[in-house]
């Protein structure tokens, strides 16, 4: 195992990376495991070395628990979450994904009645919504795309980009709704 590793277990090398303290060196090449527990490692590690929080990007030099001051997310010894999150991602990109399998529904009517003559045709509302959903899940698969940034986010953050993402569609609906009327 190499001397230098990134906090988010990157390359040698590489902006963000940190030494490993001598103690450790070699430690993994020996088949004895030290008695040393993964606290005292990650603690050890983390002693006196700049290696930001995985999820908020605090500083974690000389860290006293297994847990980040800030975010409050416990570490373990890789310097990386004990378990990821992913239920703000799936809570921000439901609306989204929910929307695109709408205007695909909606699409063929679209399409089907464009011509229909004269107040026979589906009325601008309908178009409208055909293009919310159609960005909405363009929005979404972008955000899936850049899932690692999101995941990066402190947990309040994401909660409110999800949030966000809600009011945004239920604003839009409750407009669609209201130009029926």
């Not at 003559?117 to 795309?145: D, H, I, K, Q, T």
């Not at 999101?150 to 980009?161: C, D, H, I, K, N």
């Not at 569609?169 to 209201?178: D, K, S, Y």
Request: positive net charge; contains cysteine; hydrophobic residues 50%.
């Amino acid at each position: 195992m190499g001397a230098e590793h990134r906090a988010n277990g990157g390359v040698a090398g590489t902006q963000g990376a940190v030494s490993a303290p001598e103690d450790f060196a070699g430690a993994f090449d020996r088949e004895v495991i030290p008695s040393w527990d993964d606290r005292g490692w990650l603690l050890g590690f983390l002693k006196d070395r700049h290696v930001p929080c995985p999820r908020c990007g605090y500083d974690l030099r000389n860290l006293e628990s297994p847990r980040c001051p800030e975010c409050g997310e416990p570490l373990c010894l890789r310097v990386g979450l004990s378990t990821p999150r992913f239920g703000w991602l799936l809570i921000a990109v439901a609306p989204g994904l929910f929307s695109g399998v709408c205007a695909a529904l909606l699409a063929f009517p679209l399409y089907r009645f464009r011509n229909a003559g004269p107040g026979n045709g589906p009325p601008a509302a309908m178009y409208l919504a055909e293009a919310f959903g159609v960005l909405s899940c363009a929005a979404a698969c972008v955000l899936y795309r850049k899932r690692r940034v999101f995941l990066g986010w402190a947990a309040r953050r994401q909660g409110l980009a999800a949030s966000a993402a809600w009011l945004v569609h239920i604003v839009a609906f409750v407009a669609l709704l209201a130009s029926f009327v």
